[in-house]
């Protein structure tokens, strides 16, 4: 019995990938707050009559009970916790939720655990079906995750000499992970202006909760250039162009209209 136990082990988790496997299972990508990212089989979940099937659907908080497996574990138990209703019936917001899925999915390590990021990525999903603004909640999001994964950006002080940053148009360095004064600002070609404003918004991404991002409008311009930004940090740990990127970006503008 003891052994039965040992065998079988229940968490939390938000379901951020799945890939179809035969003709009724599914291979699911788990993140957990205490075990980290996890790969599961959930067998027959794509039958009608399946019991785990609506509990297991992308971007679903659910609380599952897994068999340990030789390659991979097993679902055999699945309870919907929150199904984040708000953001299914808008394809921005879905957009959104396939973008944070896939920065996650991509920078974390399997079976490493890392609460925050977990919890940041509950409440991100959580603020998008409560209606905020996806755009805002994608550079807060994008800036939190990195952190939590070792790429904080350093908006306090220039990378170069190590004096405060002065409320001037400074240079943002993504290969030296922060910002560089004017005096610097040749240690690295390759920095790109940075408006006062930017980094008044990067400080309160990175050093406020969310809910303090979530108070501003903020102008298209200002939005265009903490986008690009975010987009440019992204790529530097995946070395990649997030997949999601373009259909989440694209889709936004879109809902967006004519920018002023």
Request: glycine letters at 6%.
């Amino acid at each position: 019995m003891e052994h039965h136990r040992e065998r079988l082990y229940r968490t939390d988790c938000i379901i951020i990938r799945r890939i179809d496997l035969g003709e009724a299972d599914r291979v699911l990508t788990l993140y957990t707050p205490r075990r980290g990212k996890l790969r599961a089989v959930a067998k027959g979940v794509r039958r009608p009559e399946s019991h785990l099937g609506g509990n297991l659907e992308l971007f679903v908080q659910a609380n599952v009970l897994l068999a340990k497996g030789r390659d991979l574990d097993i679902v055999t138990q699945a309870e919907m916790l929150d199904a984040f209703k708000g953001m299914r019936s808008d394809l921005v917001r879905l957009q959104a939720a396939f973008y944070f899925g896939e920065l996650l999915d991509g920078l974390a390590a399997e079976e490493l655990p890392n609460e925050p990021a977990y919890a940041l990525l509950r409440d991100c999903l959580a603020a998008l079906a409560a209606g905020a603004d996806p755009a805002a909640l994608a550079r807060f999001y994008e800036f939190r995750l990195l952190g939590l994964m070792g790429y904080r950006l350093e908006v306090g002080q220039c990378l170069q000499c190590r004096r405060p940053l002065e409320p001037v148009v400074n240079a943002l360095s993504i290969a030296g992970g922060g910002v560089l004064c004017p005096a610097c600002q040749a240690t690295d070609p390759a920095a790109r202006p940075l408006s006062v404003n930017a980094l008044k918004v990067l400080r309160l991404i990175i050093r406020e909760p969310l809910a303090a991002l979530l108070r501003y409008r903020l102008p298209a311009a200002l939005q265009a250039e903490l986008e690009a930004i975010g987009h440019a940090w992204v790529r530097e740990p995946l070395e990649r162009e997030p997949r999601s990127w373009a259909a989440f970006t694209t889709t936004l503008r879109e809902a967006a209209g004519p920018r002023e």
